[in-house]
């Protein structure tokens, strides 16, 4: 678990540095993160457990003596099972009603936090304006630090400052509520008002600016920062995010998007044919006795002047033009539904798989602890991390091909439990009878029986 939350913080450290947070804050990060790994980490955990116990059974020959009393494999892995069947239900329920508000918590409070201000309110070679009246440029120094300061500080109406310095440092107050500028080497330029109530706008008119400047080696400059802290948006944004539905919630937007999805269809369609000519022509004979009374005009027709038969190939190709481009602009929006349909899908099964990978991978770990022979930490944890190595794979595979529309969310989601699940069985057929797994005679005579 630590080392799959120091992933995420080496995924986010840019969003996370520099913004001045609370300990607090990072501490409820944490907590979040926590439990959304919880289903990354609990199948490592369930194999490594399983090749642990069975390999110090095996090893202490306790495996063994148990079998010579008469009982099989199953029935001396039988009470492990049941526990296995507990866990696996509790972390169903786990997945599909704690994970949901965890993730949901857990991306607002990244977005409060990529969306806190105090990172961008310098970026070198550029006036950044974050601050309210305050103006600032600083370029990089190649020795750390920042050189040709300038900073315009118009927060008070009635002064308006210019303060420029060599180089100098910037740094954050703990509580994130001030920033310090370290400055060497610069002057302020203060332009004063004669009178207090006026400002600089009524002054610009008059044309007088009283100023003073002032040079300093070492200064320390403050900028109030209120309002920069983070602020905890509302969490009512994100809830309806395909991570943040229990698998119930997940059916019925699934639902709602196929209703939504044939209404704009049918309503497409309609809106096609009120445009289109054929659909709104009304017959204009009503005795077809007379009909041959109405005369019928032909392409060579004298009537129909050349110029006029341009003019309606130019109006029909434009319309036909147009009309493309609003099937593909109706198609892409179409798609997009469907999309979501499929990032739907995705999380609906994959609460389901991780229930199951669970089981499978306690009886992948337990017979195969039970061959090795061997417990501790030492070769138990690299097989289990060459087999969690392989379901991660597989999983991710999985997802990858649903994802590009290769095969169909359920397949894509079970493939690490489908694929693992004949192995389990024959690790479980070969702890039962005492057999080795990778002797080549064995499975010869195996395949040759299955022949006869």
Not at 46 to 51: D, G, V
Not at 191 to 216: T, V
Not at 303 to 308: A, C, S, T, V, W
Not at 309 to 335: C, H, P, W
Request: charged share 20%; hydrophobic share 45%.
């Amino acid at each position: 678990m630590f080392m799959l939350i120091m992933q995420f913080f080496w995924k986010y450290v840019d969003d996370l540095m520099g913004k001045g947070l609370e300990f607090s804050v990072i501490l409820e990060l944490i907590f979040y993160v926590s439990a959304t790994l919880i289903p990354l980490a609990l199948p490592l955990a369930i194999l490594l457990s399983s090749i642990m116990t069975l390999g110090n059974l095996s090893e202490n020959n306790e495996l063994t003596a148990l079998k010579s009393s008469g009982l099989s494999l199953f029935k001396i892995i039988k009470p492990l099972f049941i526990v296995i069947i507990v866990i696996a239900t509790a972390t169903f329920y786990f997945s599909n009603y704690i994970i949901p508000v965890a993730n949901l918590k857990m991306r607002a409070l990244i977005y409060d936090i990529q969306e806190t201000k105090i990172a961008k309110i310098v970026t070198p070679g550029t006036y950044s304006t974050e601050i309210d009246g305050y103006a600032i440029k600083v370029e990089e120094n190649e020795k750390g630090g920042f050189k040709n300061i300038v900073i315009h500080d118009h927060s008070n109406a009635n002064i308006n400052k210019t303060v420029k310095a060599a180089e100098g440092d910037i740094y954050n107050a703990k509580n994130g509520a001030v920033l310090y500028l370290n400055l060497k080497n610069g002057n302020v330029l203060e332009e004063l008002a004669i009178n207090q109530n006026e400002n600089f706008e009524s002054r610009a008119r008059g044309r007088y600016f009283p100023s003073r400047r002032i040079s300093f080696d070492n200064a320390v400059y403050q900028i109030d920062l209120t309002g920069f802290k983070l602020n905890r948006s509302d969490e009512d944004l994100f809830k309806n995010s395909y991570e943040m539905l229990n698998v119930f919630q997940i059916d019925h937007a699934i639902d709602s998007i196929r209703k939504q999805n044939k209404s704009i269809i049918h309503n497409f369609i309609v809106s096609l044919k009120n445009e289109h000519p054929f659909f709104n022509v009304k017959p204009i004979i009503s005795n077809t006795s007379n009909i041959d009374n109405y005369p019928i005009y032909k392409i060579n027709n004298p009537n129909f002047k050349d110029p006029d038969y341009k003019l309606v190939l130019e109006n029909a190709i434009s319309k036909t033009r147009k009309m493309k481009e609003i099937v593909a602009g109706q198609k892409s929006f179409i798609d997009a539904l469907n999309g979501s349909i499929k990032l739907y899908k995705i999380e609906y099964h994959r609460k389901y798989a991780l229930t199951f990978a669970i089981i499978v991978l306690f009886f992948v770990g337990a017979p195969l602890g039970a061959i090795i022979k061997k417990g501790g930490f030492g070769a138990p944890v690299v097989i289990a991390c060459l087999l969690f190595m392989i379901y991660f794979v597989l999983t991710e595979l999985g997802e990858g091909l649903v994802n590009s529309n290769k095969v169909s969310p359920i397949l894509g989601m079970w493939l690490a439990t489908l694929v693992l699940l004949p192995v389990a069985y024959l690790l479980m057929r070969s702890a039962a009878k005492d057999s080795k797994v990778f002797d080549t005679e064995a499975w010869v005579k195996f395949f040759k029986r299955k022949k006869k």
